[in-house]
T-cell receptor, first 112, second 114 residues
Framework: GENVEQHPSTLSVQEGDSAVIKCTYSDSASNYFPWYKQELGKRPQLIIDIRSNVGEKKDQRIAVTLNKTAKHFSLHITETQPEDSAVYFCAASIWNTDKLIFGTGTRLQVFP | SAVISQKPSRDICQRGTSLTIQCQVDSQVTMMFWYRQQPGQSLTLIATANQGSEATYESGFVIDKFPISRPNLTFSTLTVSNMSPEDSSIYLC???????????FGPGTRLTVT
């Protein structure tokens, strides 16, 4: 089955710096890659996603890139703010199953 | 996106008992899923709740332990049976979005088994 690895497990940055979180997946049939942000005590929130027919997608300060050949995808947050502090999860979904397999999560801390 | 609610939001239960968690959506959705998130961990898919038929369980999860109902396109229940302290987790339902790819999560049910 699909396996998703996520790095790093923790990430500390200064406010205004950029943050990058990387994921790799194992199943080449995966075709949908969402990212979720989970604040303490809250539900996971979908923040951006990308499909396998696209290499990059951007939404304001957040961007996601996908390298299908290497089976890598990454989340980029620019101009980080303290409110970006949360746990971020990547996930992969195999076409036609709708099932999400999650990475292990990255705790991002943004220091003012 | 759909408005998703779960009941109860939290509960403390005794070992050996069962708890049924409800997930209600304000619009009809095709796909509903149940996940478990153990303390400080990632999300693990328990099963896909299929409307009008038996749920599809992931490896490591069985119907006797986690029976699921999906009587219509807006409602599902997950029962955690014969609970042990290892079942202490947050249980979340999710629903498929309009594009059939995106998933949105309910607020979760925090279960503590003593």
């Amino acid at each position: 089955g699909e396996n998703v690895e996520q790095h790093p497990s923790t990430l500390s940055v200064q406010e205004g710096d950029s943050a990058v979180i990387k994921c790799t997946y194992s199943d080449s049939a995966s075709n949908y890659f969402p990212w979720y942000k989970q604040e303490l005590g809250k539900r996971p929130q979908l923040i951006i996603d990308i499909r396998s027919n696209v290499g990059e997608k951007k939404d304001q300060r957040i961007a996601v890139t996908l390298n299908k050949t290497a089976k890598h995808f990454s989340l980029h947050i620019t101009e980080t703010q303290p409110e970006d502090s949360a746990v971020y999860f990547c996930a992969a979904s195999i076409w036609n199953t709708d099932k999400l397999i999650f990475g292990t999560g990255t705790r991002l801390q943004v220091f003012p | 996106s759909a408005v998703i609610s779960q009941k109860p939001s939290r509960d403390i239960c005794q070992r050996g008992t069962s708890l049924t968690i409800q997930c209600q959506v304000d619009s009809q959705v095709t796909m509903m899923f149940w996940y478990r998130q153990q303390p400080g961990q990632s999300l693990t898919l328990i099963a896909t709740a299929n409307q009008g038929s038996e749920a599809t369980y992931e490896s490591g999860f069985v119907i006797d332990k986690f029976p699921i109902s999906r009587p219509n396109l807006t409602f599902s229940t997950l029962t955690v049976s014969n609970m042990s302290p290892e079942d202490s987790s947050i249980y979340l339902c999710s629903v498929g979005g309009s594009s059939s790819y995106e998933q949105y999560f309910g607020p979760g049910t925090r279960l503590t088994v003593t």
